[in-house]
């Protein structure tokens, strides 16, 4: 989000879940170590936001600088680095990250007496959801628990397959409309392009934005799944592809709308 948006001079200092290439990550979700309440159903946390607001709530916030939380957060957000966790990045002014946390988030007196450690004291858990699949863990979890033969357990598997279609309907679009627009040995390269460092992810955000709504008039809502694919969508930006095109391939992406929930476009366009 700020990648090649963010320059140094304005003040400002940003940190992220994630690098611009990745999804972050949930935590707290039904099955895994530190699971919530049976009662909830749901991942109740992104690790990254809870790594920060644990490590807030544990550290006296009048000597613990932006920078040492920062370093702390990066290494438990980063997992065990076996293909779960994300890389947490900062942008801006970054040398305003020696200042204390106290600035900005005021202090906690029961904590005025701690002595910052340069290590984790933070749990780390043993796995994690991706941030894509949190509705998934919350429709199946719903289903593991209910009882055999009821509605409620109907509803769920019903929520579940909803939720399965969906998905393969848009990966199945976006990569039909990549090879209409690019042909078959093309279309997968430009889809999966990525942007030197420091350049940010579209030129002109106008266009991603039309082509977005292009797509979503013709083949339903990306929903918060699609928005995986707004990098493929900005890289048809960068590759010169005016509206009209992205119109026909959609066009003849997808026939028909899905008429499940997910695709609907209730909620208004993505973008």
């Not at 699971?35 to 916030?61: A, Q, R």
């Not at 979890?141 to 399965?164: F, H, I, N, T």
């Not at 509206?243 to 899905?258: G, H, L, R």
């Amino acid at each position: 989000i700020f990648e090649g948006l963010l320059p140094e001079g304005l003040n400002i200092y940003a940190t992220t879940a994630s690098n611009a290439e990745e999804s972050s990550w949930g935590t707290y979700c039904p099955g895994e170590d530190l699971s919530p309440p049976s009662e909830y159903e749901t991942c109740l946390g992104d690790l990254y936001s809870v790594s920060w607001m644990e490590d807030s709530d544990k550290h006296n916030l009048q000597t613990e600088s932006l920078h040492q939380q920062y370093e702390l957060v990066k290494k438990r957000t980063a997992g065990s680095g076996l293909g779960s966790g994300s890389h947490v990045m900062e942008f801006g002014d970054v040398g305003l990250s020696k200042e204390k946390l106290v600035l900005y988030m005021g202090t906690n007196p029961a904590n005025e007496n701690y002595t910052f450690v340069d290590e984790n004291s933070l749990k780390m858990p043993s796995r994690f959801t991706n941030q894509r699949d949190a509705d998934l863990v919350h429709f199946w979890d719903k289903y593991r628990k209910a009882p055999e033969g009821s509605a409620r357990k109907l509803e769920a598997q019903k929520q579940v397959l909803e939720a399965m279609s969906h998905r393969l309907h848009v990966d199945n679009s976006v990569m039909l409309i990549w090879k209409i627009l690019f042909g078959m040995s093309e279309g997968p390269a430009v889809l999966n392009r990525v942007r030197p460092s420091g350049k940010p992810l579209v030129d002109d955000w106008d266009c991603l934005k039309t082509l977005v709504r292009a797509f979503e008039r013709h083949c339903g809502s990306l929903s918060q799944y699609g928005i995986k694919h707004m990098r493929s969508i900005a890289n048809i930006c960068n590759a010169g592809i005016q509206v009209e095109q992205m119109e026909e391939a959609a066009i003849q992406a997808c026939p028909t709308i899905p008429t499940g929930p997910w695709s609907s476009l209730h909620r208004r366009f993505s973008a």
